[in-house]
Protein backbone atom coordinates (compact mmCIF):
# COMPACT_ATOMS: atom_id res chain seq x y z
CA UNK A 1 0.00 0.00 0.00
CA UNK A 2 1.25 3.63 -1.32
CA UNK A 3 -0.39 6.69 -1.55
CA UNK A 4 0.22 10.21 -1.22
CA UNK A 5 -0.77 13.44 -1.71
CA UNK A 6 0.64 16.93 -1.35
CA UNK A 7 -1.48 19.92 0.29
CA UNK A 8 -0.54 23.81 0.13
CA UNK A 9 -1.23 25.48 3.21
CA UNK A 10 -0.84 29.64 2.97
CA UNK A 11 -4.47 30.37 4.43
CA UNK A 12 -6.49 29.08 7.19
CA UNK A 13 -9.01 27.18 4.88
CA UNK A 14 -6.12 25.06 3.65
CA UNK A 15 -5.26 24.26 7.45
CA UNK A 16 -9.17 22.51 7.58
CA UNK A 17 -8.25 20.66 4.33
CA UNK A 18 -5.05 19.46 5.88
CA UNK A 19 -6.37 18.03 8.57
CA UNK A 20 -9.51 16.00 6.55
CA UNK A 21 -7.11 14.68 3.85
CA UNK A 22 -4.76 13.32 6.98
CA UNK A 23 -7.71 11.90 8.55
CA UNK A 24 -8.91 10.09 5.26
CA UNK A 25 -5.71 8.63 4.60
CA UNK A 26 -5.12 7.18 7.82
CA UNK A 27 -8.49 5.33 7.37
CA UNK A 28 -7.62 4.52 4.38
CA UNK A 29 -4.51 2.79 5.94
CA UNK A 30 -6.62 1.17 8.73
CA UNK A 31 -5.69 2.85 11.65
CA UNK A 32 -7.10 2.29 14.57
CA UNK A 33 -9.25 5.04 15.44
CA UNK A 34 -6.88 6.52 18.38
CA UNK A 35 -4.12 6.54 15.58
CA UNK A 36 -6.09 8.41 13.17
CA UNK A 37 -6.77 11.14 15.47
CA UNK A 38 -2.87 11.62 15.99
CA UNK A 39 -2.26 11.81 12.38
CA UNK A 40 -5.06 13.96 12.42
CA UNK A 41 -3.58 16.51 15.30
CA UNK A 42 -0.07 16.50 13.69
CA UNK A 43 -1.33 17.49 10.71
CA UNK A 44 -3.53 20.55 12.24
CA UNK A 45 -0.64 21.44 14.40
CA UNK A 46 1.97 21.96 11.38
CA UNK A 47 -0.64 23.59 9.02
CA UNK A 48 -1.70 25.86 11.79
CA UNK A 49 2.07 26.28 12.23
CA UNK A 50 2.86 27.10 8.38
CA UNK A 51 -0.41 29.27 7.71
CA UNK A 52 0.97 31.28 10.91
CA UNK A 53 4.66 31.67 10.47
CA UNK A 54 5.77 30.41 7.25
CA UNK A 55 5.92 30.80 3.14
CA UNK A 56 5.19 28.71 0.34
CA UNK A 57 3.95 26.32 3.27
CA UNK A 58 3.67 22.66 1.90
CA UNK A 59 1.99 19.32 4.25
CA UNK A 60 3.01 16.09 2.16
CA UNK A 61 0.67 13.00 3.16
CA UNK A 62 1.98 9.53 2.34
CA UNK A 63 0.68 6.23 3.32
CA UNK A 64 2.73 3.18 3.13
CA UNK A 65 4.35 -0.46 4.74
CA UNK A 66 7.36 -1.96 5.98
CA UNK A 67 7.82 -4.64 8.33
CA UNK A 68 6.77 -2.53 10.98
CA UNK A 69 3.14 -2.69 9.21
CA UNK A 70 1.33 0.49 7.88
CA UNK A 71 2.62 3.59 8.64
CA UNK A 72 0.85 7.68 7.67
CA UNK A 73 3.62 9.82 7.03
CA UNK A 74 3.19 13.51 8.02
CA UNK A 75 5.75 16.26 6.39
CA UNK A 76 5.75 19.86 6.26
CA UNK A 77 7.75 21.65 4.42
CA UNK A 78 7.99 25.50 3.78
CA UNK A 79 10.77 27.98 2.30
CA UNK A 80 11.16 30.29 5.01
CA UNK A 81 12.18 32.13 7.53
CA UNK A 82 13.45 28.87 9.23
CA UNK A 83 13.61 28.51 13.02
CA UNK A 84 16.58 29.87 15.06
CA UNK A 85 16.53 27.32 18.06
CA UNK A 86 14.33 23.84 16.48
CA UNK A 87 14.93 22.50 19.87
CA UNK A 88 13.47 24.81 21.62
CA UNK A 89 10.46 24.98 19.71
CA UNK A 90 9.73 21.70 20.58
CA UNK A 91 9.16 22.68 24.33
CA UNK A 92 5.66 23.26 25.80
CA UNK A 93 5.13 26.93 26.02
CA UNK A 94 7.37 28.05 23.53
CA UNK A 95 6.12 30.55 20.93
CA UNK A 96 6.88 33.45 19.25
CA UNK A 97 3.34 34.63 17.80
CA UNK A 98 1.39 34.70 21.33
CA UNK A 99 -0.25 31.33 21.38
CA UNK A 100 0.16 28.66 24.13
CA UNK A 101 3.23 26.77 22.31
CA UNK A 102 2.25 23.77 22.28
CA UNK A 103 2.04 22.88 18.88
CA UNK A 104 5.39 21.20 17.61
CA UNK A 105 5.73 19.33 21.77
CA UNK A 106 2.55 17.68 20.84
CA UNK A 107 3.43 17.04 17.35
CA UNK A 108 6.65 15.42 18.97
CA UNK A 109 4.85 13.85 21.90
CA UNK A 110 2.21 11.83 20.15
CA UNK A 111 4.30 10.65 17.19
CA UNK A 112 5.70 7.33 16.66
CA UNK A 113 8.58 8.46 14.52
CA UNK A 114 9.89 12.78 14.70
CA UNK A 115 12.33 14.84 13.25
CA UNK A 116 13.03 18.18 12.31
CA UNK A 117 15.65 20.33 10.34
CA UNK A 118 15.87 23.99 10.10
CA UNK A 119 17.90 26.57 8.07
CA UNK A 120 17.73 30.42 7.87
CA UNK A 121 16.48 31.75 5.54
CA UNK A 122 15.89 28.61 3.44
CA UNK A 123 13.09 27.13 5.85
CA UNK A 124 12.04 24.19 8.06
CA UNK A 125 11.10 20.47 7.33
CA UNK A 126 8.78 18.40 9.91
CA UNK A 127 8.87 14.75 9.87
CA UNK A 128 5.95 13.11 12.15
CA UNK A 129 4.91 8.99 11.31
CA UNK A 130 2.35 7.34 13.30
CA UNK A 131 2.60 3.71 12.77
CA UNK A 132 -0.16 1.00 13.42
CA UNK A 133 -0.14 -0.41 16.58
CA UNK A 134 3.17 1.00 17.25
CA UNK A 135 2.87 0.13 21.39
CA UNK A 136 1.44 -3.77 20.41
CA UNK A 137 4.49 -3.91 17.52
CA UNK A 138 8.46 -3.39 18.37
CA UNK A 139 10.46 -2.17 15.63
CA UNK A 140 12.07 -4.88 13.88
CA UNK A 141 13.71 -2.30 11.03
CA UNK A 142 17.28 -2.61 10.63
CA UNK A 143 16.87 0.38 8.08
CA UNK A 144 15.69 3.95 8.12
CA UNK A 145 14.25 5.16 4.63
CA UNK A 146 12.28 8.04 3.91
CA UNK A 147 11.09 9.35 0.34
CA UNK A 148 8.96 12.10 -1.29
CA UNK A 149 7.38 11.54 -4.29
CA UNK A 150 5.65 15.10 -6.55
CA UNK A 151 3.52 14.87 -9.64
CA UNK A 152 4.40 17.43 -12.44
CA UNK A 153 2.88 20.81 -12.17
CA UNK A 154 -1.40 20.14 -13.44
CA UNK A 155 -0.84 16.26 -13.01
CA UNK A 156 -3.13 14.42 -10.43
CA UNK A 157 -1.30 11.23 -10.83
CA UNK A 158 2.74 10.87 -10.39
CA UNK A 159 4.50 9.29 -13.69
CA UNK A 160 7.30 8.24 -10.84
CA UNK A 161 7.44 5.41 -8.70
CA UNK A 162 9.31 3.53 -6.03
CA UNK A 163 9.58 0.65 -3.67
CA UNK A 164 11.50 -0.50 -0.30
CA UNK A 165 11.86 -4.14 0.83
CA UNK A 166 13.51 -5.48 3.77
CA UNK A 167 14.68 -9.17 4.71
CA UNK A 168 17.08 -10.79 7.06
CA UNK A 169 20.03 -10.56 4.43
CA UNK A 170 19.44 -6.89 3.02
CA UNK A 171 17.02 -4.39 1.68
CA UNK A 172 16.18 -3.21 -1.99
CA UNK A 173 14.75 -0.25 -3.41
CA UNK A 174 13.61 0.33 -6.54
CA UNK A 175 12.61 4.03 -8.33
CA UNK A 176 10.84 3.87 -12.04
CA UNK A 177 10.34 7.02 -13.96
CA UNK A 178 7.42 6.20 -16.66
CA UNK A 179 8.55 8.39 -19.76
CA UNK A 180 6.31 11.39 -20.22
CA UNK A 181 4.14 12.52 -17.29
CA UNK A 182 0.38 11.81 -16.23
CA UNK A 183 -2.00 8.43 -16.57
CA UNK A 184 0.47 6.42 -19.01
CA UNK A 185 3.50 7.29 -17.44
CA UNK A 186 2.02 6.27 -14.08
CA UNK A 187 0.65 2.72 -16.01
CA UNK A 188 4.44 2.18 -16.71
CA UNK A 189 6.04 2.82 -13.56
CA UNK A 190 3.51 0.72 -11.78
CA UNK A 191 4.05 -1.88 -14.11
CA UNK A 192 7.98 -1.98 -12.71
CA UNK A 193 6.46 -1.64 -9.17
CA UNK A 194 4.59 -5.09 -9.87
CA UNK A 195 7.78 -6.91 -10.89
CA UNK A 196 9.22 -5.75 -7.85
CA UNK A 197 6.56 -6.47 -5.35
CA UNK A 198 6.32 -10.59 -6.88
CA UNK A 199 10.11 -10.95 -6.21
CA UNK A 200 11.69 -8.17 -5.10
CA UNK A 201 15.16 -10.17 -3.81
CA UNK A 202 15.79 -12.26 -7.10
CA UNK A 203 18.83 -9.57 -7.78
CA UNK A 204 19.18 -6.04 -9.55
CA UNK A 205 20.10 -7.19 -12.84
CA UNK A 206 16.94 -10.30 -12.72
CA UNK A 207 14.77 -8.13 -11.86
CA UNK A 208 15.46 -5.36 -14.37
CA UNK A 209 15.31 -7.76 -17.24
CA UNK A 210 11.71 -8.99 -15.58
CA UNK A 211 10.97 -5.31 -15.67
CA UNK A 212 11.81 -4.83 -19.37
CA UNK A 213 9.45 -7.99 -20.51
CA UNK A 214 6.69 -6.50 -18.06
CA UNK A 215 6.71 -3.12 -19.47
CA UNK A 216 6.77 -3.98 -23.36
CA UNK A 217 3.27 -2.28 -24.36
CA UNK A 218 3.81 0.50 -22.13
CA UNK A 219 5.25 3.62 -23.17
CA UNK A 220 8.43 2.32 -21.22
CA UNK A 221 10.20 3.99 -18.19
CA UNK A 222 13.97 4.75 -16.47
CA UNK A 223 14.22 2.47 -13.73
CA UNK A 224 17.17 1.83 -11.51
CA UNK A 225 17.26 -0.74 -8.36
CA UNK A 226 19.62 -1.03 -5.59
CA UNK A 227 20.38 -3.84 -3.26
CA UNK A 228 22.10 -3.70 -0.01
CA UNK A 229 23.91 -6.94 1.31
CA UNK A 230 24.39 -6.22 5.31
CA UNK A 231 26.35 -9.17 6.18
CA UNK A 232 29.19 -8.34 2.78
CA UNK A 233 28.50 -4.77 2.93
CA UNK A 234 28.15 -4.39 -0.88
CA UNK A 235 26.35 -3.02 -2.38
CA UNK A 236 24.38 -4.37 -5.79
CA UNK A 237 22.86 -1.27 -8.39
CA UNK A 238 21.77 -1.68 -12.12
CA UNK A 239 19.98 1.32 -13.92
CA UNK A 240 18.65 1.96 -17.40
CA UNK A 241 17.71 5.98 -18.00
CA UNK A 242 18.10 9.04 -16.42
CA UNK A 243 17.66 7.57 -12.68
CA UNK A 244 20.53 9.02 -10.67
CA UNK A 245 21.99 7.39 -7.58
CA UNK A 246 24.95 7.92 -5.18
CA UNK A 247 26.38 6.81 -2.29
CA UNK A 248 27.60 9.13 0.43
CA UNK A 249 29.32 9.53 4.13
CA UNK A 250 29.91 12.60 5.48
CA UNK A 251 33.37 12.84 3.85
CA UNK A 252 33.28 11.64 0.27
CA UNK A 253 30.49 10.34 -2.16
CA UNK A 254 30.49 8.31 -5.14
CA UNK A 255 28.04 8.25 -8.51
CA UNK A 256 26.35 5.32 -9.04
CA UNK A 257 26.70 4.00 -12.74
CA UNK A 258 23.22 3.90 -14.86
CA UNK A 259 23.10 3.20 -18.71
CA UNK A 260 21.14 4.77 -20.99
CA UNK A 261 18.43 3.20 -22.84
CA UNK A 262 14.37 2.82 -21.79
CA UNK A 263 13.03 -0.13 -20.17
CA UNK A 264 10.39 -1.88 -21.82
CA UNK A 265 11.08 -0.45 -25.02
CA UNK A 266 15.04 0.53 -25.96
CA UNK A 267 16.92 -1.23 -23.37
CA UNK A 268 20.79 -1.80 -23.55
CA UNK A 269 22.40 -4.56 -21.94
CA UNK A 270 21.88 -5.20 -18.67
CA UNK A 271 24.51 -4.18 -16.45
CA UNK A 272 25.15 -4.86 -12.80
CA UNK A 273 27.44 -3.21 -10.59
CA UNK A 274 29.16 -3.86 -7.29
CA UNK A 275 29.81 -1.14 -4.58
CA UNK A 276 31.65 -1.12 -1.33
CA UNK A 277 28.97 0.16 1.07
CA UNK A 278 30.45 2.48 3.54
CA UNK A 279 30.23 2.84 7.36
CA UNK A 280 27.54 4.92 8.20
CA UNK A 281 26.53 5.02 4.42
CA UNK A 282 23.76 6.92 2.61
CA UNK A 283 22.04 5.90 -0.20
CA UNK A 284 20.14 8.60 -2.18
CA UNK A 285 18.31 7.57 -5.53
CA UNK A 286 16.35 10.13 -7.45
CA UNK A 287 14.54 10.62 -10.98
CA UNK A 288 15.74 13.46 -13.65
CA UNK A 289 12.76 15.73 -11.73
CA UNK A 290 15.52 17.18 -9.74
CA UNK A 291 18.64 18.43 -10.62
CA UNK A 292 21.67 16.12 -10.76
CA UNK A 293 23.76 17.81 -8.20
CA UNK A 294 23.58 16.77 -4.89
CA UNK A 295 24.92 18.93 -2.59
CA UNK A 296 24.47 17.29 1.38
CA UNK A 297 27.58 19.46 2.38
CA UNK A 298 25.85 23.04 1.83
CA UNK A 299 23.46 21.92 4.44
CA UNK A 300 25.03 22.22 7.44
CA UNK A 301 24.11 19.21 9.80
CA UNK A 302 21.43 17.43 7.50
CA UNK A 303 23.09 13.79 6.71
CA UNK A 304 22.43 13.32 10.14
CA UNK A 305 18.88 13.81 10.07
CA UNK A 306 16.17 11.04 9.30
CA UNK A 307 16.13 10.14 5.70
CA UNK A 308 12.62 11.53 5.23
CA UNK A 309 13.80 14.75 6.23
CA UNK A 310 16.72 14.58 3.76
CA UNK A 311 14.57 13.51 1.19
CA UNK A 312 12.05 16.75 1.27
CA UNK A 313 14.57 19.14 1.93
CA UNK A 314 16.31 17.78 -1.12
CA UNK A 315 12.90 18.04 -3.13
CA UNK A 316 12.43 21.37 -1.70
CA UNK A 317 15.22 23.02 -2.79
CA UNK A 318 16.30 20.48 -5.94
CA UNK A 319 13.00 20.19 -7.75
CA UNK A 320 13.09 21.18 -11.81
CA UNK A 321 9.44 22.21 -11.37
CA UNK A 322 8.50 21.00 -14.92
CA UNK A 323 8.06 17.02 -14.45
CA UNK A 324 7.56 14.34 -12.07
CA UNK A 325 10.08 14.18 -9.02
CA UNK A 326 10.98 11.49 -6.41
CA UNK A 327 13.62 11.09 -4.61
CA UNK A 328 14.54 7.97 -1.98
CA UNK A 329 17.05 7.33 0.54
CA UNK A 330 18.30 4.54 2.51
CA UNK A 331 20.83 4.30 5.66
CA UNK A 332 21.03 1.70 8.64
CA UNK A 333 18.95 2.86 11.55
CA UNK A 334 22.01 2.73 13.54
CA UNK A 335 22.78 6.27 11.36
CA UNK A 336 20.00 7.52 12.73
CA UNK A 337 18.18 7.07 16.06
Given at each position: MYSSLAIPVTDQSQVGEARRAASQIAREAELSDTEAGKVSLIATELANNLQKYAKAGRILLQAFSDPRGKIVEVI??????GIADPGRCQQDGFSTGGTPGSGLGAVKRVSTEFDIFSSQPK??????????????????????????????????????????????????????????????????????????????????????ES????????RGAAVAV??????????????????SGCLLTTTSGRGLLTRNGIVGSRAHKVEELKYPWPTNGLLIMYSDGLHTRIALETYPGLFSRHPGIIAAVLARDCIRGKDDATVVILRLRAGWQ
Open positions: SIDEGPGTVVLARIHANSHATPDRSTYAWGAVSIPAPGESVCGDAWRIAENAEGAVVIVADGLGHGPLASDASQAAMKVFEADAFQGPSRLMAHMRLSGTAQLDIEKKTLRYCGIGNI
